[in-house]
């Protein structure tokens, strides 16, 4: 008996040892789960590692498979993002926008349903640039949405990174230029600004925003509040008949990048 107590005591002490390490650290059984962060994820991976200074996320088709309407006023607050070929970004936070809707408006390049080489943009995945030559010189740039030749313009942007570059690329780009130095309100606010600004020209019609290497859409970075939307006229379609007179043109009140200000809209607004 006294011989089986002494194997006995020997066997527990054994198992004792086999659970603690010497530093009495308890290890756990097979059968419990343990604790802590997968091998796998790295602290640079790791959701428990992330910070305010990640990059943010690039916006996808989820976002800009909507209709115009709707998507128009989304792209509001978004930070539109150009890299150059020297690897130069350039961030402008989008302040104005206008919507197209299709074959029923009479101001869309797509009225009527009408296809043609240079608009196909519009009728291509949503997210899909449509960028079109006006006036001989200048380019603007477009969105495709939802909706069979249904679109948004983007008119103005807010300028936040890379504007010593938006001001020599506008510099050089405009047509007469007296050699003054453009104020910062005045690289982008416009949609022909907005594209010399950037360095968007024909070569950017029909690329896709949610996977080109040059041009994307990101998060906007969170703001305490949600800015007032004012919903006015679009401008420059006065042949459109009544559809010159509707409200498919948003901007952010109050911002001093809006191209255009329509104080009418801005009251009932407030109403």
Known sequence: LSRKLGLKK??????EQHQ???????TPS?????????????????I???????????????????P???LARAFLGQVLVRRLDDGTELRGRIVETEAYLGPEDEAAHSRGGRQTPRNRGMFMKPGTLYVYFIY?????MNVSSQGDGACVLLRALEPLGG???????????RKGSTGRALKDRELCSGPSKLCQALAIDKSFDQRDLTTDKAVWLEHSPPGPREPAVVAAARVGIGNAGEWAQKPLRFYVQG?????????????????
């Open 255 to 271: 911002s001093p990048w809006v191209s255009v200000v329509d104080r009418g809209a801005e009251q009932d607004t407030q109403v």
């Open 30 to 46: 097979p059968k419990e789960p343990r604790l802590g962060l997968p091998n796998a994820l790295s602290p640079q991976r790791s």
């Open 48 to 66: 428990y590692f992330s910070s305010p200074r990640d990059p943010p996320a690039r916006l996808g088709l989820d976002f800009f498979n909507q």
């Open 68 to 70: 115009a309407v709707p």
């Open 20 to 26: 603690c390490p010497p530093d009495g650290t308890p």
């Open 163 to 173: 504007l010593e570059t938006m001001r020599q690329l506008r510099s050089t780009s």
């Open 136 to 140: 001989g010189m200048y380019f603007c």
């Open 10 to 15: 020997q066997r527990l002490l054994g198992a």
